[in-house]
């Protein structure tokens, strides 16, 4: 009998007789995070491969203007997103893609290892009132996962 062995504890239906050594990981978690070797005995063949597993969210905007001061032209933006893995990288930039100066990315790691992140920055009203929120998730260390959302907030400057 042909058969494909897999560490990690992994069955795989027989396949080889069709040329299909692949390895099927049906709704992935966390856990199966590492590395899968794979050994074919009829020809003495192993491969690796690293399993790097991360979970995007969506996320949140809040919108916040400083105390009650009159004639403030700033606004607090605030950013709270749930549900990442690995840890994100958290960075506000202006309409023409400056990083902007914000306070510290607060971070907490769930009982279920994903993360939460939240940022605030102050902006002030220029000729372009439009901001973007990159994330980062740096799933693959040579280029890592980014989402930008972008927003206007020209109505809080009238």
């Not at 049906?26 to 991360?54: A, H, M, N, Q």
């Not at 004639?71 to 958290?90: D, N």
């Amino acid at each position: 009998e042909t058969s494909v062995l897999y560490e990690k504890n992994v069955t795989v239906p027989n396949r080889l007789k069709h040329g299909d050594i692949s390895l099927t990981l049906p709704r992935v978690k966390l856990s199966d995070e590492g590395t899968y070797k794979c050994f074919v005995p009829t020809i003495s063949r192993e491969s690796t491969v690293e399993l790097v597993v991360g979970a995007v969210s969506s996320l949140n905007i809040i919108l916040l203007r400083p105390g009650n001061e009159e004639g403030t032209r700033a606004v607090v933006l605030e950013c709270e997103s749930k549900g990442w893995y690995p840890e994100p990288e958290v960075l506000w930039l202006d309409g023409e893609g400056n990083l902007l100066s914000a306070g510290p990315t607060e971070t907490v790691r769930g009982p279920d290892d994903l993360y939460t992140v939240s940022s605030r920055v102050t902006v002030e009203k220029r000729h372009s009132n439009s901001f973007h929120l990159l994330e980062s998730n740096r799933t693959k260390p040579t280029r890592p996962e980014r989402h930008t959302y972008m927003f206007q907030v020209e109505r809080l400057f009238t």
